[in-house]
C-alpha cells in the first residue's frame, strides 16, 4: 500500500480533509436533486432555473457577515455550528417527506435556501483555515488534494446515485428524495464529528473585539481594492459566472431533450467531469507551477470552449468525454489562482477576501439562473451552449489586456528559520 501524500500526515489538515470528504458526498446530490425533483414536479424548465437562484442567493445576502464572522470568531466553531444546521434542516426536511413524498415547492424552496445560507457561513471559514493548518511550501499540494477530494467524493456520491438511487426512482419515487435527503444528513453528522476534533481556529493579528460589522466590511474592502490583482481575479470572476451560472438549467435541458431524461444519465454527466477533475487536482500538487494568471487565462478558455462544443454532442460518449475533458482542464485554471490568494493575503483578512470571491462570483448568479429558462426557450439548446462557451472564453481573453494580472506569479514561500542551537550548559566544576 502506498504512503500517503505528505501534507495528510498534518493531524489537524487530516481531521478537516476526512470531515469534509464525506459530506461532499451528500453535497453531490442535494444540489442535483433539487433541480431534478423540480423538474419533474413541473416539467417546467422555468422553476428549474427559479430553484438554482434560490440556491445561490444566500451567497448573495449571507457572505459579506459570513467573512467579517471567519476573520473576528473561532472558524473551527462557525464550522461545527454550520455542519449541525445542515442536520437540522434536512432532519426536518425527511420529517415532511415521510407525510408528503412529493413536497409543495415552496417547501422544497425553503430547504433549498437554508441549506445555502449555512454554506455561505461554512466556506470562508473553511478557505481561511486552510493556510493555518499546513505550513505555506505545503499549501499548493492541500488546495491539490482538497480540489481532488472536492470531486471524487461527489463522484462516487453520483456514481451512487446514478445507479442505487436513480434505480430508486425508477422502483419507487416516493422514496427517492426521502432516502436522498436522510443520506445527506447523515454525511454533515459525519463532518460535524471529525471538525469538533479540530482545535481552536482563532484569526491571527490584532484586531477590535468591539467593531461594528459595517466597519469590518469597510476594511475588507479597503484591503482588496488597494491590491490590484485581487480586484482583476474578482472582476473577471463576476463575469464568468455570468456565462456559467445557467449551466446546470442548460444542462438537464439537453438531458432531457436528448439523452431521456434519466437522473442515471445526468449522474453520469457529472461523473465524468469529476472523473477529470481528480487526476489533474492530484497531478497539480505535484508541478511547480507558478503562473497563476496565466493558467487562469488559458484554463478558462479552453473550458469555454468545450462548453460550446457540448452543443453539437448530442449522442451519450461524445457529450460523455467533452465533460471528462473540461474536469481534467479546469483545475489548472482554479488551483494556482486559489493559492495565489491564500499566500497574497494575510490572515487577518482572508474570510472577508474568501467571501467577497465567492459574493462577487454569485452576485449575477441569481439572476443568470432565474432567466436562464426563458433564453433558453428562446433561442434553443444549441445557442445557449454557444453562448455560455463564448461568452466564458472571451472573458478569460479579457485578463491577457491587464499586464500584472497576466504576470500574476504564486510566491515563493518564506524559509522556514531553523532555531538556534541551545547553548551548552557550562562544566560543573570538579574542585573541592
Known amino acids: 500500500m502506498s504512503r500517503p501524500p505528505h501534507v495528510l500526515k498534518i493531524a489537524e489538515f487530516r481531521r478537516l480533509w476526512a470531515g469534509q470528504a464525506i459530506s461532499l458526498l451528500g453535497d453531490a446530490l442535494y444540489f442535483l436533486i433539487f433541480l431534478f425533483m423540480v423538474g419533474k414536479l413541473t416539467g417546467d424548465p422555468r422553476m428549474v432555473g427559479y430553484v438554482g437562484a434560490v440556491q445561490a442567493l444566500p451567497f448573495l445576502i449571507f457572505s459579506p457577515f459570513a467573512g467579517v464572522a471567519a476573520d473576528k470568531f473561532d472558524r473551527r466553531r462557525i464550522m461545527l455550528f454550520a455542519d449541525l444546521a445542515s442536520v437540522a434542516i434536512l432532519c426536518l426536511m425527511a420529517g415532511f417527506l415521510v407525510y408528503s413524498p412529493k413536497p409543495p415547492l415552496e417547501v422544497v424552496f425553503f430547504c433549498a435556501f437554508a441549506l445555502s445560507a449555512v454554506n455561505a457561513y461554512f466556506l470562508p471559514a473553511k478557505a481561511a483555515s486552510v493556510p493555518r493548518l499546513v505550513p505555506e511550501d505545503r499549501l499548493i499540494e492541500a488546495n491539490s488534494i482538497s480540489a481532488a477530494t472536492d470531486n471524487l467524493m461527489p463522484m462516487i456520491g453520483l456514481g451512487f446515485s446514478g445507479s442505487v438511487l436513480g434505480g430508486l426512482y425508477t422502483a419507487y419515487p416516493d422514496l427517492f428524495f426521502l432516502v436522498a435527503v436522510l443520506f445527506n444528513a447523515l454525511t454533515f453528522l459525519w463532518s460535524a464529528a471529525c471538525i469538533a476534533r479540530l482545535p481552536a481556529i482563532e484569526p491571527s493579528g490584532e484586531r477590535a473585539k468591539g467593531t461594528h460589522v459595517l466597519a469590518d466590511l469597510k476594511e475588507g ?35 432531457d431533450a436528448w439523452f431521456g431524461g434519466q437522473y442515471a444519465s445526468l449522474a453520469w454527466f457529472e461523473f465524468a467531469f469529476m472523473a477529470g477533475m481528480v487526476p489533474a487536482s492530484l497531478a497539480i500538487g505535484h508541478f ?9 487565462i488559458w484554463g478558462s478558455v479552453v473550458i469555454g470552449a468545450l462548453v460550446a462544443l457540448l452543443g453539437f454532442a448530442r449522442t451519450f460518449w461524445p457529450y460523455l468525454g467533452l465533460n471528462l475533458i473540461a474536469g481534467l482542464v479546469l483545475p489548472f485554471a482554479i488551483i494556482p489562482i486559489n493559492t495565489y490568494m491564500q499566500l497574497v493575503v494575510p490572515d487577518a483578512f482572508r474570510g472577508r477576501v474568501n467571501s467577497a470571491s465567492m459574493m462577487l462570483s454569485q452576485c449575477v448568479r441569481p439572476l443568470a439562473i432565474g432567466v436562464s429558462g426563458i433564453v433558453l426557450a428562446s433561442v434553443g439548446l444549441v ?49 573541592a
Do not use: C, Y
Open 288 to 296: 511547480r507551477i507558478r503562473h497563476a494568471g496565466q493558467g487562469f
Open 383 to 431: 445557442n445557449m451552449f454557444l453562448v455560455m462557451g463564448i461568452g466564458m472564453g472571451l472573458v478569460a481573453l479579457a485578463g491577457l489586456l491587464d499586464g500584472p494580472f497576466r504576470r500574476a506569479m504564486i510566491p515563493k514561500p518564506a524559509p522556514v528559520k531553523e532555531p538556534p542551537p541551545p547553548e551548552e550548559a557550562p562544566l560543573a566544576s570538579t574542585s
Open 221 to 255: 474592502l479597503g484591503f482588496i481594492g488597494k491590491h490590484h490583482v485581487l480586484k482583476v481575479v474578482l472582476g473577471l470572476s463576476l463575469m464568468m459566472n455570468l456565462f456559467i451560472s445557467p449551466f446546470m438549467v442548460v444542462h438537464i435541458a439537453a438531458n
